[in-house]
DNA sequence: TCTGGGGTCCTAGGACCC
DNA sequence: TCTGGGGTCCTAGGACCC
């Protein structure tokens, strides 16, 4: 039985909602009317655009790019702060109203998710017009549907024309709709990737295409036989209702000032091991897998990585860790950004306790304590004597805690 | 383009084992 | 020590997604 596959994409999603926010609120200016981008704090060195309206786009303004380079472009730029939890809560809203048509959901992203129609049958269409009719209507922002029999189709089908658009994209169309497209639009071609195929002569998804699959695979190894398959269509799997498993947590930051002292950036380093030792014993993980990772003024990265004896979800034990992976990585180099990571991760209960490995009983309930009354009076209420009057923040990264912020799986 | 923060997966090379 | 072959584990780095 063929699928029905829909890909709900919200459009410009920050910056509409953004919008919204600011109508709702008694502001007379629709930012999606004018040029303009959700931005971070630049004086925090977060400046970049993370999401952009359409009259921003026709000054070529890219997400990803630096707020100062999108002014260049476009002086009288609009630049909005982001709010994430209202931003949680809009694609929350938008979710409760997608659940009336069907249970089978796979959110994919904060502002995007598959879902399975395949109980309609032939009223599809009207479907997709009435969700987001009542979308548009109940909510204030618009979305891009793609319907097609299986979800890379189906998210091609959701970015071919934007905004607020009903676009079907079935396995028939893919030599006219798809093929003469440049091969970057092809859902996991980047910028490398796409350099790569140009040198080869590579330049439309209809070129990969026609390749013959064993030369993609012998010349550019396994992502790209996928790339190769995707190309031509071959994609089957499941809209996934269900969670999949974490396989790791991390935190990263950029600091507001270059770090050239190894005082600071141990300070900087146990924020961000309170961090991920406070998500870890949340979510009952631990990782056996500790890495740190910095990036330098000049913008280049490093990382260090080492396996443990024992897993652990202990803020101290990560944090001595990551001292010496960082003693051990850094060359003195001014610091622009820093983050620690766990992997390799074991849930509490799948994971046995033995009398050889080291368990610090004592320090779990120290870390579980402090753990609830942040939870339950803020990150602030409690930190370390180190961080009185210093300008690095005690608890450093930006999971919120308590509404589940949607996590990426980066596969379909 | 003076470039954030959260993830996932893959590959190559080295160490080590038999 | 002019040195095979298969396997596993670990680490560093890179590419991609939103």
Known sequence: MTKIIFHIDVNSAYLS????????????????????????????????????????????????????????????????????????????????????????????????????????????????MELS?????????????????????????????????????FKTDLPIKLWPLPVRNLFFVGRKTEEKLNSRGIYTIGDLANCEREYIKNWLKKPCEQIWEFANCIENSNVKDYKSPVKSMGNSTT?????????????????????????????????????????????????????LDAPTCNTNTIFYCAMLLFDELWNKKALRQISVRMSDLVDNFSYQFTMFQAYDEKAERLDRAIDDIRKIHGNGAIHRACFLDSRISPVIGGVMEDEEYIMMSSEL
């Open 17 to 128: 909602w953004s919008a919204v926010y600011s109508l709702q609120h008694g502001g007379a200016l629709d930012y999606r009317t004018v040029p303009s981008v959700v931005g971070g704090n630049e004086e925090n060195r977060h400046g970049i655009v993370l999401a952009k309206s359409i009259p921003a786009k026709k000054y070529r303004i890219m997400t990803g790019e630096s707020l100062a380079s999108a002014r260049k472009k476009c002086p009288n730029l609009l630049v909005i702060p982001p709010d994430y939890k209202y931003f949680m809560k809009s694609s929350n809203s938008m979710m409760r109203l997608i659940y009336e048509y069907s249970p089978i959901i796979q959110r994919y992203s904060i502002d995007e998710s598959f879902v399975d129609m395949s109980h309609y049958k032939d009223n599809y269409m009207e479907i997709a």
């Open 133 to 169: 009719n009542r979308i548009k209507k109940e909510l204030g922002f618009t979305v891009n549907i793609g319907i097609s029999e299986n979800k890379l189709l189906a998210k091609m089908g959701s970015e071919l024309e934007k905004p607020d658009k009903v676009h079907r994209l």
């Open 255 to 307: 600091i507001a000032f270059d770090v050239d002292s190894r005082d600071e950036a141990e300070k900087v380093i146990l924020g961000l091991c309170e961090m991920v030792g406070m998500r870890l014993r949340e979510a009952n993980f631990r990782g056996y897998v500790i890495a740190i990772s910095i990036k330098d003024s000049e913008l280049v990265s490093y990382r260090r990585q080492k396996k």
